[in-house]
């Protein structure tokens, strides 16, 4: 029997935004997988620790999670609630960093919003900008709703002083207008440029540096990686087997795939498993 290390990304492939959940199929298709030998299931996303909420009863049975875009690399020891993990690797954005970008919103008064993400914790900075402020709240009001634990996020401009930030979120209308270089004209981020904000981490920090961590213990295993961001795109391109979901808003993911699945609102994952062989 083949050995395999399953890495799934959450928003849009195991968990439908439309829908708010995850469908019947995708926990069928997870608990079955967890019972299967020579089958390590992982979790590769964006979010932080504590936003893994959304995972509910299927969390313990994900032995890895790469997390805010592969900045941070753990081993899951318990169930969520529990919060026992051991820590296998991290990459924080330097102060001085970010310190940078935010000097240049207040200078320029950018129409920009950085949302800083830490391990379990997150923070709003703003410059003062009315636009701004009213698009936090906004935010607020709307992201709890995708079972991401923002409604207490508070502004916080001093917050990468006094924790360790693994992700910003860009958002606003002049986010593209930053200059992500230092003054050696080094690119110092790794920058996804989705539809309405961008995402930064360290550079040469993205899903697949998390994922070769684990990669480098299970030598003998069939990495899978199954996705639809653009911040899959280098774990789709480098794993053994990988699996575009058929809602992704990027072209490029399903060509580059070896698979490409059905919608996930069509609750058709476990059958698509199925038909390919990889139950």
Known sequence: MKKRIFFFD????????????????????????????????????????RNLNVLEELFPLFKYFVLCNGAITIENKSSFKQNQYKLIDKNPIS????????????????????????????????????????????????HWQNGIEIEDSQIDNTFHFNNEVYTIYMFGDDRLKINLKNTEEKN?????????????TVKNINKFHGIQKIKNKFNDYEVVCMGDGCNDEEMLQYSDLSIAMGNSKYQYIKEMSDLVTPHVDENKIYDFFEQHHLI
Request: aromatic fraction near 14%.
């Open 188 to 200: 110092i981020f790794n920058i996804y440029n989705w539809k309405n904000h961008m995402d930064l």
């Open 10 to 49: 959450i928003d849009g492939t195991l968990y439908s935004e439309n829908k708010k959940n995850i469908l019947s199929q995708t926990k069928k298709l997870i608990l079955t997988l967890s019972k299967k030998p020579n089958t390590i299931l992982s979790i590769a996303t964006g979010r932080n620790y």
């Open 95 to 142: 102060s001085k960093h970010i310190q940078y970008l935010f000097e240049q919103i207040i200078d320029n008064d950018f129409n920009i919003i950085p949302y800083n993400i830490g391990f379990n914790k997150e923070a709003f900075f703003s410059n003062g900008n009315s636009k701004n402020l009213k698009f936090i709240e906004e935010w607020r009001k709307n």
